[in-house]
């Protein structure tokens, strides 16, 4: 089993920066990839980043050239560099841990709170 811990997140106003942190534990050799989904109030959760194993990217595209994903050299830990914060980017984050396709394991969530 795959364990995830985030942590980093709070209250910013908008054109402000936060840095999200996860990471991982356990049975870690079965992660291929990592990311980070969020989920606003009342709506659907959405991909926000995603990078796996060999450094592939993938961002939804309200946040390219915001946020920038990376995953540290042991690639047990998966981080979130958020800058220009809008209030639109409020939500719970969650970070997700995945293996050939399927997501093994989801974190607590953090909020992430954009307001002036």
């Known amino acids: 089993q795959v364990q995830l811990v985030e942590s980093g997140g709070g209250l910013v106003q908008p054109g402000g920066s936060l840095r999200l942190s996860c990471v991982a534990s356990g049975s870690i050799s079965s992660i291929d990839n990592m990311g980070w989904y969020r989920q606003a109030p009342g709506k659907q959760p959405e991909l926000v980043a995603t990078e796996t194993d060999d450094g592939s990217t993938n961002y939804r595209a309200s946040v390219k050239g915001r946020f920038t994903i990376s995953r540290d050299g042991a690639k047990n830990s998966v981080y979130l560099q958020m800058n220009s914060l809008k209030p639109e980017d409020t939500a719970v984050y969650y970070c997700?841990?995945?293996?050939?396709?399927?997501?093994?394991?989801w974190g607590q969530g953090t909020q992430v709170t954009v307001s002036s």
């Open positions: 997700n841990a995945g293996f050939g396709g399927f997501v093994v394991a």
